[in-house]
Structure formats: C-alpha cells, structure tokens
C-alpha cells in the first residue's frame, strides 16, 4: 500500500466554532466528473498521524477488501458500504460516503467530543484513493471501536425482555437531552445509530452517527420536538423488527414502548430546565433541586434566583452545565474513569468505607485506601481468561452487589475475599465476553445480528445505516 501511494497528511478542520454544516469546496465523489482528474496521492485529514492507516489498502474498492484486512464484525443493511478493519491494537470502521459527509461527519464528531458528548472517536477522512489503474474510489470516514459497547440487537442473545426494553430506551432518552442541552440536532435518532454499554445495571448510550446533525447556538422547541418525533416512529419501527424475530416478548407493544422516549425526555428535560418557584421559607427546596439533577449526572455551575414583586416566593432556575458529576468526582478521587452509573456505585462504596473505618480521614486518603484495599484486590482477582468479560468499572460494581445480596440472604457479614470467589464461580464465568463478542459473534449472534428478510432490504435506500459507520 505504502508502496502504491503517497499519503497528504493534513491537520483536522480548525473552524471549530462554525455553527453548522462545512462550506461545500470540491466534495468529490467516484461519481463526480473532477474525480477523474484525483491523483494517485492520498489525502488524510486526521487529529494526529498514524502510519498504520497506509498498510491497509485503500487502493481497493471497500466491499471487496480482502479478508485479512478485516475484523469479524457482522454487517447489516446499510446505504453505505461499511467493513471494520483491525488498526494496531484496536478496531476501526470504515464508511465510503461522499467527501463533503464524510468531512462533516468527522467534523461533528470532533465538536461533539470536545463538547464531553458521548460519541465515537473520529479517526480520519481518507480521499483521493484510486485504483491500480486509476479509476477513482469514494472517500471514506474511519472511526474508532468504542470498547465493551454493542448495538442494541446484540446486547441479549435470547429474548429481550420488556424492562430492559425501556432501560435502553431511557439511556436513549438521556442521549437526546444531553445533544439538545448543547444544541445539537441530531435528525437520524434510532437505536441502530446508538451504541450501548452497560453502566452499574443501566445503560449508557453513545451516538455513533452525526451524518445528519447540524450544531446551533439553541434548539427551538420546535427542533426538539422533530427530533423526539424521529427517534419514536424509528424506535417503534426497530421494535416491530424485533418483535417479528421473536427477540422481544409478544406482550410488548412496539408503538406504546417507543413512546416511552417522549415521556422519559420530556422528564429528563423538564427537570434539568423548569424554572421552580416556592416561598422563602423553603430554601431548602434548593439543595434538593440540586441533588436531583446529581443524581441524574448532571453539575450545576450557577443557580438565578428571583424574588417576585410581593417578595414571597423565589423562583429558582439552575444552569445546568454538562452530566458527569459521579464520573468527574470519582476521577478525581481515584484517577479511575468510569460510566455516570458505575461512579456513583464506587463512590457509595467508598463513602460507605470511609464512614466505617476512619470517618475523620481525609477524602482524598481514604479514597486512595479504598482503591488499594477495594478495587484493586477484586480486579485482580479476576483469572485473566475472565477478565474481557466485564470492564474493570463494572465488574466491581457487580462484586459490590453480589457481596451486599450474599450478607442479605445470609445475614451475616461477608468477607470481600468470599464474595469475589463467589461472584467468579456463581456468575462471572456464564457471562458472555462483551470486549470480544462483536469481534467473534457466535451463530446466534450472527442470527439475531443480520437482517435478511425482504422486508428489511425493501426500502434499504432510505434506511440508516444498521451498523452505522461508528458501530466501531
């Protein structure tokens, strides 16, 4: 490859505060009449240059890459050509698209990232690829593997049952309001275009599609309303698929499931926005206000309060900055990155620690014994051929509980030496590999993975992509 092409490495867009799509310059295409007259030269627009991208043949259209450029990931319908490729030590998907999308795509990512919005990590846009004999190939939009995720066909190799129905559906709704707070239309919301990873019994959603997302200083009711109203008929749709695959329980109706998004949102929404209004003796109501948005992961930098023209009552309206106050408070502590979910559970535990062995210890101190005494000791006493099966953050959280029911059933208190032997034996061991699954699918997860009904591949023009480009 190195050989065939002489790679352009250009630095990522730097107009990072332009609201909205990129100006359209030369977006060629295999399709276009100037993409005749591409050199031969590639031209790699990344964040930082990684040699390793030119080993892999470019020079070849991206449906018929050879198999040992490729990682075993299953492929949907898509209106995209999709393949995911090994990368040095990690996964990356690749989509052949128009250069324009691709570089607008790739620029949404990068805002949306540095925004702490969860997405996958844009890698590059490749063009000026061509083959051996100069006939021009599309430009394409490489993106990361987001470890320990899956799409939501792959999350339950059996039925998939009503409430983790809606846990994924609330995951989905949190997503939305986070993209809206930041002013983020998405324009394509839909379960396919989400990544999920488990978070402390949850889920945490990842967006892995911005082909259609436009960035602006607000959102207008209006706007939010549009993309609500995308994300329940797509939902509905998905669910109706799963329903006649027979991955989802028969008492669950696809439409009224669906429309659990738009009460889960307009909740979410309304309790990080609402302005509150209460007497003055209810100051109190201030401090509870803030928990709650806590609780939901969010900080609030400020808090307006207005006192109305009889001077009895206050009206409260905090400015919620961004979630991840467990997550930010937890690495703090530790050092330890961890989901919105999973740092709470760790942060009890540690505060449950503190309290029990040296309640005047400094937190920062007791923190760190906790990760000695706690974490530490139970990731590594996970036998290593068990340990891709969680990611450290959950398993901990998953031991923590086990131990906690064990006490409960057993009332008695129960060593964390026993408790992790327990959890190992008793649970860990049936778990399937989440770091491996999507890269060696078994043949039910191959079944539930594909879409192969005619149904499915009518109307695929108009359809998402099913393993959108960052279901890597």
Not at 53 to 66: N, R, S, Y
Not at 397 to 411: A, F, N
């Amino acid at each position: 490859m190195t050989e065939e092409h002489n790679a352009q490495w250009h630095d990522e867009p730097t107009d990072y505060g332009q609201i909205g799509k990129l100006p359209r310059f030369e977006a060629a295409s295999a399709n276009d009449d100037k993409a005749a007259s591409v050199a031969s030269n590639l031209n790699i627009t990344a964040a930082a240059a990684d040699p390793e991208l030119l080993d892999l043949p470019w020079h070849i259209a991206l449906e018929d890459w050879p198999a040992e450029n490729l990682a075993a990931l299953p492929r949907g319908i898509s209106r995209h050509i999709v393949r995911f490729a090994h990368l040095g030590g990690s996964v990356i998907a690749i989509k052949e698209t128009s250069e324009h999308v691709a570089r607008h795509e790739y620029h949404m990512l990068r805002k949306l990232a540095r925004l702490d919005v969860p997405c996958v990590e844009p890698v590059a846009v490749i063009t000026g690829r061509t083959t051996p004999d100069g006939r021009p190939l599309n430009p394409v939009l490489v993106t990361r593997h987001l470890k320990f995720s899956m799409p939501y066909r792959a999350l339950f190799s059996q039925m998939l049952r009503k409430d983790t129905l809606t846990r994924l559906i609330d995951a989905q709704a949190l997503l939305m309001v986070r993209l809206h707070l930041i002013g983020f239309y998405w324009g394509d919301v839909s379960l396919s275009n989400t990544l999920f990873r488990r978070d402390a019994g949850a889920f945490a959603a990842y967006l892995v599609d911005a082909e259609t997302g436009e960035l602006y200083p607000d959102l207008s009711t209006g706007q939010r309303e549009y993309d609500l109203e995308i994300a329940r008929v797509n939902i509905a749709g998905e669910l109706m698929d799963l329903l006649d695959g027979g991955l989802i329980e028969e008492k669950v109706d696809p439409v009224a499931t669906s429309e659990l998004i738009m009460e889960s949102y307009r909740r979410l929404w309304t309790e990080l926005t609402a302005k509150e209004s209460f007497e003055l003796g209810e100051r109190w109501r201030v401090g509870a206000r803030i928990r709650r948005l806590n609780e939901l992961g969010f900080d609030v930098e400020e808090y307006a309060i207005k006192t109305t023209q009889n001077g009895s009552t206050i009206q409260l309206q905090p400015k919620v900055v961004d979630a991840g106050h467990h997550m930010r408070r937890l690495l703090r502590l530790t050092g330890l990155d961890a989901q919105e979910n999973q740092a709470r559970r760790l942060l009890n535990d540690m505060d449950s620690f503190r309290a029990d062995n040296n309640p005047e210890m400094d937190e920062e101190y007791s923190a760190h014994l906790w990760v000695s005494q706690i974490f530490e000791p139970i990731v590594r006493s996970i036998p290593r051929d068990l340990s891709g099966k969680l990611e450290p953050a959950e398993a901990v959280h998953e031991v923590l509980e086990h131990r906690w029911y064990m006490s409960e059933k057993q009332e008695r208190h129960i060593p964390l030496a026993e408790a992790v032997q327990s959890y190992i034996d008793s649970i860990l061991r049936h778990r399937r590999d989440e770091a491996a699954i999507m890269l060696n699918p078994d043949t039910e997860m191959l079944k539930i993975l594909a879409v192969e009904t005619e149904e499915s591949r009518y109307g695929a023009d108009e359809t998402e992509d099913e393993y959108p480009d960052a279901d890597d």
